[in-house]
């Protein structure tokens, strides 16, 4: 990820998830801002996410450390909301800077018929507590259409691409990184179900698409 902004994609980032036992490790915040510093990764660059069991296993033992890496610049998300037991009055004391839609509740989108009270839920409590929407698990177009009325501005899944290889992230970073905000229709899903890896994660842009 250093050397993709060192090309002068200063506008990647990248995306880290935190179990339970890293967390309640010693040392864990040192070590993590050690490792960011040693690949020369600015720390504005990246999000830590946590699921909501893993934040609230022991609060008063992860919520410092998340403390700590938020002043250094990290981002926190809490990774795969509306699937744990976190409350809205804790979710508001929380140093987080956004919720991430678990992929189960974006599949519910079909077409223009499905159940989306969730996903609309979800949106607002990001909505009234002024955090990030993010989502996993975005298949086919009717569902990124969706969640961008949402105000959901990065996502993963399949509509965007399968994981690839860090050499072939190179390239498209090399091409046209970004999406056109009306991509043509995705291929259907050769694996479903099956999530996307960290690395070919991709955030859409009003800037000009790939062609061809």
Known sequence: MANWRALGHADCRLSVNASTQQLDQAGFVRRFRRALDAAG???????????????MHDVELVVPKLRSLRRWGVRVAIDNFGTGYSSLD??????????????????????????????????????GLA????????????????????????????VFDEPVTADTVTELLAT?????????????NPRPGKPLSSDARVAYSPRPSRKG
């Not at 990764?41 to 934040?55: D, G, Q, R, Y």
């Not at 989502?135 to 969706?146: F, P, R, S, T, V």
């Not at 990184?177 to 259907?188: F, I």
């Open 90 to 127: 804790r979710l508001r004391r929380l140093p987080i800077d956004a919720l991430k839609i678990n992929r189960g509740f974006v599949e519910e989108v079909r077409g223009t018929s499905g159940d989306t009270r969730a996903l609309d839920a979800i949106a607002g409590i990001a909505q």
């Open 131 to 158: 955090l990030d929407l993010l989502a996993d698990g975005i298949e086919n177009a009717g569902q990124l259409d969706y969640l961008r009325t949402l105000g959901c501005r990065e996502g993963q899944g399949f």
């Open 41 to 55: 990764l600015p720390h504005e660059a990246v999000t830590l996410e946590i699921t909501e069991n893993a934040l």
């Open 176 to 188: 046209a990184p970004y999406l056109d905000r009306h991509p043509p229709a995705p291929t259907p």
